[in-house]
């Protein structure tokens, strides 16, 4: 359904832009030949492994390493205290600094205090990572157990155990002396909410809940570091961006960004919580002490108990519509678990919840609050499911009440080009109406469901994409082939996404282009992959690296023909004098004349995009409830999203694909269970319940093409919003199959036979 | 003694350019953290191993390998047949390119026959190396031996047995159908070399032989090869260029160059030896066979048999000079081996060894002959040192007859900016006359020599240095450090000269600075170490990137400034405007202004430097000779160098210390030693005698720097030239001690035993 291309930027016949080329690290792929963390192999390398807490919330008295230390092949432990010693060590005089550093080791290993189920306390390098488990053993920690808090609502309450005794609230944009789990409240307000509500002939008013949920990446997290007797650091891990675990490490170990060298392996999933360095900064460390190169790998239970999970939160919204189906007024509470730090994604989920509408009146509250849970990280577009899962199921319920199609009521108060959105901006060129008329035209959308309890739901969602910064350089090879560093870690075959956009530019295949993901030092300073952002703006770099190629070609052609360089045009990988046009030269016959007019050609470049274009997903299932075990099927699943210019389309399609099934395992069975002592239950895949195919439908994407115009083939981020709307479709078509509203994710058997159960239909 | 800089550049005041810092690798390199090729262990990795002929020469009737195959452990075996057939295997129509495919692969493995004691003639890949050396036992191999020839001018005879039976003589440009072992026949001429001899008041003439010597690199050759299922092939070596190495892998397997990506790991020393691949296609074709990484490493037997010695040469040199001293003619004629297949450097000793003299009248013949021995490969000023050990011992005699002072002699003839070299050109600005000088200044010069058979010699050494190809990309880090990656293979200290040009521009130092040396997919091309090349171009490459960085930074000062790029000007490290001085940032702190001006900053550059300064070096050497044993003890040695600008004057001093130390050894003792069957006997470094400190006193460096006009800093190569005049100088200062003038490389005991008991004082 690439219908708008032209529209935008007058291109219709990209060559390379929009194919299916084989990616380029696919043979590795399936050959089993691309090298992960753990296949890392170095001479007289240490494994270590991190002792953790059992409690919750505890007061760390002492720690003895000595039974630990005597064991043999044991070669170094380091606690917190050995964090803060090296970092003092590392620069003469931390000074204030000091404050910051223990801050940001306290997070690697406990200073004075766990904060969780599963905190790293110390951590034990041995000569085998036996030995190195086998020690944890031996190591006695004194606890004093505190009182803790897992519920984000109780958490809020004054007298509530304090996660942090020292966090004090920011409130409304100022700094507070309230010692508090809260450790902000905003508010973005639009129009007169009062008089929107008193406008209003219909209003919905809910409140939803949902529990922590994990990213579910197949790869545990890993690291491994040598800290070098010259001081400089080398670190081989498997994350979401190298320069960003360069970032963190510097902060941490307190040494400048060019002592370390990140060297960044493939990575097997991510989805936000791969951006953390978790096991970096203790295998540094151990490094440093030892002399060795140190490698540490979690188990999955250390995946679950102690990396970002996203935050389980509770919303309430309240909608307010004319009867002629006009929203006039919103009015949102979000409060978030941010786990044990400060910093939940509430900030986007209030940002992102109202944006596919027009709506004049809105205010909406977000709260961060810290718990006695692992510190939260980003999955997948944010904060926004748990919003959007909240604003769509009110929306839906007004369509109902006021007896519209859901997708007619949305389309009467879509967001356009133009209308404000509810946080302030003014909406640029977007695609959420071109999204609804194409749910609206689709078979799906026009098919007849039937049978007992079985239902259809919709609800759109918004994820506003990443810019950042990106880099890349390349050299152009006598073969006309092109070699190509760009700095973003490749976890949905972007690695040729980028490159496509490098070979569009000058006219050759993709497969002449050789692309791979830089080290930190080998490649100019490249943000995160996330956000939605790296075909967008590390392919805008690689086609800017192509441009200063092509320019510097264009010269040597010059040269050889002996013109003016604004003589020569270059069009369809050839480059020809405009006054004589015999003179032409393809891309690859130049290629070949580089060394006879002055040598190879390498270009640069990077580029920091001001703001990437958001983007829209409408999601369409059909569910079927079981009423004996309250277990629901999806039958069928639809998702049509405005992608911008699809620039490799088999792998939108993809992370398509991907965010609905996460969406789908969040909706319906995805929880962290916390026992009454704060301990995780469930920190296996066996019991931490994720959708396998044996669940889900083909899901079937519709590619809609509104192209990005602040991007050079037009594209927006793709990657994040199909999670976003699937628990609020899955409860609305459940709603229609059984009749119940249910407003706590996950939707699982057993709360879904509780709400029929229920005489309200909701059971809490 | 650095005095000529002024003159030339107006520059006296380098910041790095000329200091000392620690070099970036040292620390990896003494802790023995540095990663060479045999440190190399991947997952699932073969070991292989070569046979190799006992014959000099023979017809390879049949090989069976069939018991070889059956031994366990064994996974793959080739021959010369299979890379042949592997390379119609990447290219379907090979065409008239099988004959080049055949040529070249012949070289790596034989096809038909074996031309050397060592010729590589299987290859067995196994689980471990034990099990592939036992398999070569159980390889058979049906030999014809055929008569060989070793020495070089009865290989020029008529009837003499033919290496290659299809070689035709190239005479003075022309192809002959002449076969031949003489595969190249070449003449220089200038002015009148008939009228030269008759204005000659004195005449020399004498013949000089030399033997194959061999560059002696402490780490012996090795090669790791990958061979991907998507036809990707990785190659892991320790080679003096990776793109090198790609190039003959490209030709060799008949895969295109983006197909190859070349590793380059530590060198363990190269000297001209570690350009060609000797196993790397090996590796590469087994590994292709079995689908593991293959690793191969050399023997040191196998080292010296197999891989690329120097040319051993019969020359005559004979000269004219007036009474007043003036040369008036020369006439050379220099026969060289090439080993097995044509290519010695004969073309290089031709053109340098008459360029420290203004002769009006020269002729010189050239000789390229192939033997039974291996094909000879670059060794330090390659060809040079046999031609100027003749011409200079020849000099030195002239001196003696004109009773003239040798450095006197050498001062009244010596070529100067604006003369004629014997092999055409007009000589540029070049240093002889100042080497000179500083001689005839110097306090060894000018000291007594006391004893009985002791005697001082003296003589002059040109190589003319390489430009070539090289490429360098950086970016900037947001603390004003620099990530530089360049392409040339590191072997004497050369991340840190080039780093040190990109930190003089810049105004940074060079530890803000952190080079590496990229692989063939990370940077542009970039030619081989050697030539004396790489702190010249690649380090002009990185004074150029520096350029391209500065730039950008400045436009980035101009956006936050809000002036025009034009108004900034960059001095000491410190952005300015001209109108308005107040508005100042240094480097560094410009460096950390990049994100909000723009995003990272890359550099990048490519240079073809279309000539190289030339370089001369002056070796004075005092002996004593056992009389008794005929052992040459050196006393004392000093050498008299023009390095154009010695960026990195420790490691200068290395290179030339290193040089004079291998000339001093190729002087006295070292020689391939073949017996009658043409086996080599001594292959080990027992028998193959290197001088060690023991052999050798402190060498005493004399930097002169007459900056060369054709690079930034005025750079010369410095690696090569100190290998030149050493033979000739200790040669002369034999005879200055026993009276004896001995003109066989090497002068070992046994050979000036025999000088001094014949008559003539000279032994054949």
Same mark, same amino acid.
């Given at each position: /359904?690439?219908t708008?291309?032209?529209?935008?930027?007058?291109?219709?016949?990209?060559?390379?832009?929009?194919?299916?080329?084989?990616?380029?690290?696919?043979?590795?792929?399936?050959?089993?030949?691309?090298?992960?963390?753990?296949?890392?192999?170095?001479?007289?390398?240490?494994?270590?492994?991190?002792?953790? %807490?059992?409690?919750?919330h505890?007061?760390?008295?002492?720690?003895?390493?000595?039974?630990?230390?005597?064991?043999?092949?044991?070669?170094?432990?380091?606690?917190?205290?050995?964090?803060?010693?090296?970092?003092?060590? #590392? /620069?003469?005089?931390?000074?204030?600094?000091?404050?910051?550093?223990?801050?940001?080791?306290?997070?690697?290993?406990?200073?004075?205090?766990?904060?969780?189920h599963?905190?790293?306390?110390?951590?034990?390098?041995?000569? *085998?990572?036996?030995?190195?488990?086998?020690?944890?053993?031996?190591?006695?920690?004194?606890?004093?157990?505190?009182?803790h &808090?897992?519920?984000?609502?109780?958490?809020?309450?004054d !007298?509530?155990?304090? &996660?942090?005794?020292?966090?004090?609230?920011?409130?409304?944009?100022? =700094?507070?002396?309230?010692?508090?789990?809260?450790?902000?409240?905003?508010?973005?307000?639009?129009?007169?909410?009062?008089?929107?509500?008193?406008?209003?002939?219909?209003i919905?008013?809910?409140?939803?809940?949902?529990?922590?949920v994990?990213?579910?990446?197949i790869? $545990?997290?890993?690291?491994?570091?040598?800290?070098?007797?010259?001081?400089?650091?080398?670190?081989?891990?498997?994350?979401?961006?190298?320069?960003?675990?360069?970032?963190?490490?510097?902060?941490?170990?307190?040494?400048?960004?060019?002592?370390?060298?990140?060297?960044?392996?493939?990575?097997?999933?991510?989805? !936000?919580?791969?951006?953390?360095?978790?096991?970096?900064?203790?295998?540094?460390?151990? %490094?440093?002490?030892?002399?060795?190169?140190?490698?540490?790998i979690?188990?999955?239970?250390?995946?679950?108990?102690?990396?970002g999970?996203?935050?389980?939160?509770?919303?309430?919204?309240?909608?307010?519509?004319?009867?002629?189906?006009?929203?006039?007024a919103?009015?949102?509470?979000?409060?978030?678990?941010?786990?044990?730090?400060? !910093?939940? $994604?509430?900030?986007?989920?209030?940002?992102?919840?109202?944006?596919?509408?027009?709506?004049?009146?809105?205010?909406?509250?977000?709260?961060?609050?810290?718990?006695?849970?692992?510190?939260?990280?980003?999955?997948?577009a944010?904060?926004?499911?748990?919003? &959007?899962?909240?604003?769509?199921?009110?929306?839906?319920?007004?369509?109902?009440?006021?007896?519209?199609?859901?997708?007619?009521?949305?389309?009467r108060?879509?967001?356009?080009?133009?209308?404000?959105r509810?946080?302030?901006?003014?909406?640029?060129?977007?695609g959420?109406?071109?999204?609804?008329e194409?749910?609206k035209?689709?078979?799906?959308?026009?098919?007849?469901?039937?049978?007992?309890?079985?239902?259809?739901?919709?609800?759109?969602?918004?994820?506003?994409?990443?810019?950042?910064?990106?880099?890349?350089?390349?050299?152009?090879?006598?073969?006309?082939?092109? *070699?190509?560093?760009?700095?973003?870690?490749?976890?949905?075959?972007?690695?040729t996404?980028?490159?496509? =956009?490098m070979? @569009?530019?000058?006219?050759?295949? &993709?497969?002449?282009?050789?692309?791979?993901?830089?080290?930190?030092?080998?490649?100019?300073?490249?943000?995160?992959?996330?956000?939605?952002?790296?075909?967008?703006?590390?392919?805008?770099?690689?086609?800017?690296?192509?441009?200063?190629?092509k320019?510097?070609?264009?010269?040597?052609a010059?040269?050889?023909?002996?013109?003016?360089?604004?003589?020569?045009?270059?069009?369809?990988?050839?480059f =020809?004098?405009?006054?004589?046009?015999?003179?032409?030269?393809?891309?690859? @016959?130049?290629?070949?004349?580089?060394d006879?007019?002055?040598? $190879?050609?390498?270009?640069?470049?990077?580029?920091?995009?001001s703001?990437?274009?958001?983007?829209?997903?409408?999601?369409?299932?059909?569910?079927?409830?079981?009423?004996?075990? !309250?277990?629901?099927?999806?039958?069928r699943?639809?998702?049509?999203?405005?992608?911008?210019?699809?620039?490799?389309? $088999?792998?939108?399609?993809?992370?398509?694909?991907?965010?609905?099934?996460?969406?789908?395992?969040?909706?319906? *069975?995805? @929880?962290?269970?916390?026992?009454?002592?704060?301990?995780?239950?469930?920190? %296996?895949?066996?019991?931490?319940?994720?959708?396998?195919?044996?669940?889900?439908?083909?899901?079937?994407?519709?590619?809609? #093409?509104?192209?990005?115009?602040?991007?050079?083939?037009?594209?927006?981020?793709?990657?994040?919003?199909?999670?976003?709307?699937?628990?609020?479709?899955?409860?609305?078509?459940?709603?229609?199959?059984?009749?119940?509203?249910?407003?706590?994710?996950?939707?699982?058997p057993g709360?879904?036979?509780? %709400?029929m159960?229920?005489?309200?239909?909701?059971?809490?």
């Open positions: /359904m690439a708008q291309t032209e529209d935008f930027l007058g291109i219709t016949d990209y060559k390379v832009v929009g194919s299916s080329p084989v990616r380029h690290d696919g043979v590795d792929k399936v050959t089993g030949r691309a090298i992960y963390g753990t296949d890392l192999n170095l001479p007289d390398m240490l494994f270590a492994k991190v002792l953790r %807490s059992p409690h919750a505890a007061r760390v008295k002492s720690i003895d390493t000595s039974k630990a230390e005597a064991l043999p092949g044991v070669k170094a432990i380091v606690t917190g205290a050995d964090l803060v010693e090296s970092a003092e060590d #590392e /620069m003469a005089d931390l000074g204030e600094e000091i404050v910051r550093i223990k801050d940001l080791t306290a997070a690697v290993l406990a200073h004075e205090k766990v904060l969780y599963g905190y790293p306390v110390a951590a034990v390098a041995a000569s *085998n990572i036996h030995i190195a488990e086998e020690a944890l053993d031996l190591i006695t920690v004194d606890y004093e157990v505190l009182p &808090v897992l519920d984000v609502r109780e958490a809020m309450k !007298g509530a155990p304090l &996660v942090h005794e020292d966090q004090k609230t920011k409130s409304l944009g100022e =700094q507070t002396d309230k010692v508090s789990n809260i450790s902000s409240h905003f508010r973005t307000e639009l129009g007169d909410i009062k008089q929107g509500f008193e406008d209003a002939d219909i919905v008013e809910r409140e939803f809940n949902t529990e922590m994990h990213q579910g990446y790869e $545990p997290q890993n690291a491994t570091a040598h800290w070098n007797a010259d001081g400089v650091i080398t670190v081989w891990c498997s994350n979401q961006g190298a320069f960003g675990v360069r970032d963190q490490l510097a902060k941490i170990l307190a040494v400048p960004v060019s002592k370390i060298k990140v060297i960044p392996l493939e990575i097997g999933g991510g989805f !936000g919580g791969k951006i953390k360095a978790y096991l970096e900064p203790i295998a540094a460390v151990l %490094s440093k002490k030892t002399g060795h190169p140190v490698k540490m979690m188990t999955r239970t250390e995946v679950l108990q102690a990396t999970p996203t935050s389980g939160s509770w919303v309430r919204v309240k909608m307010g519509a004319t009867h002629e189906g006009k929203l006039v919103a009015e949102c509470e979000l409060v978030y678990e941010s786990g044990a730090f400060a !910093g939940s $994604p509430v900030g986007a989920g209030a940002r992102n919840m109202l944006v596919p509408y027009d709506i004049p009146n809105a205010v909406v509250d977000g709260y961060d609050v810290t718990v006695n849970k692992p510190s939260t990280s980003a999955y997948r944010p904060g926004t499911t748990n919003a &959007v899962f909240a604003a769509e199921v009110v929306v839906d319920e007004l369509a109902e009440k006021l007896n519209m199609d859901p997708i007619d009521f949305r389309l108060n879509s967001a356009k080009e133009g209308t404000r509810a946080d302030g901006p003014l909406n640029k060129r977007i959420h109406v071109e999204c609804l194409a749910v035209a689709s078979e799906h959308y026009n098919s007849k469901l039937e049978g007992k309890n079985v239902g259809r739901g919709v609800a759109s969602g918004f994820w506003g994409n990443g810019g950042g910064v990106s880099s890349a350089s390349a050299s152009v090879n006598a073969d006309g082939t092109i *070699n190509l560093v760009e700095g973003s870690t490749d976890i949905g075959g972007t690695r996404s980028i490159a496509m =956009q070979a @569009e530019v000058l006219g050759i295949s &993709v497969e002449d282009i050789r692309p791979q993901v830089g080290d930190t030092d080998s490649v100019g300073y490249t943000g995160v992959t996330g956000g939605s952002r790296t075909t967008f703006a590390t392919g805008w770099a690689a086609y800017k690296c192509a441009q200063d190629i320019e510097q070609m264009s010269a040597r010059a040269i050889m023909w002996e013109i003016s360089e604004d003589d020569i045009e270059f069009d369809e990988a050839v =020809q004098s405009k006054s004589d046009p015999s003179k032409s030269i393809t891309f690859k @016959e130049m290629a070949g004349k580089l006879s007019t002055g040598g $190879p050609v390498m270009g640069r470049a990077t580029v920091k995009p703001g990437a274009g958001g983007a829209f997903a409408i999601v369409l299932v059909d569910v079927e409830v079981d009423e004996e075990t !309250g277990k629901v099927e999806i039958l699943a639809s998702i049509f999203q405005d992608v911008g210019k699809a620039i490799y389309p $088999p792998y939108v399609e993809g992370q398509m694909q991907g965010g609905v099934a996460q969406g789908i395992g969040w909706a319906l *069975n995805e @929880e962290y269970v916390y026992d009454e002592n704060g301990v995780l239950r469930n920190s %296996s895949l066996l019991d931490y319940r994720m959708p396998t195919c044996l669940d889900l439908p083909m899901i079937e994407t519709h590619i809609i #093409e509104v192209p990005n115009p602040g991007h050079p083939y037009g594209v927006r981020g793709v990657g994040e919003v199909p999670i976003c709307p699937p628990p609020a479709a899955v409860a609305s078509a459940i709603y229609r199959a059984v009749g119940v509203r249910i407003d706590d994710l996950p939707m699982s709360r879904v036979l509780e %709400s159960w229920s005489e309200n239909g909701a059971a809490k």
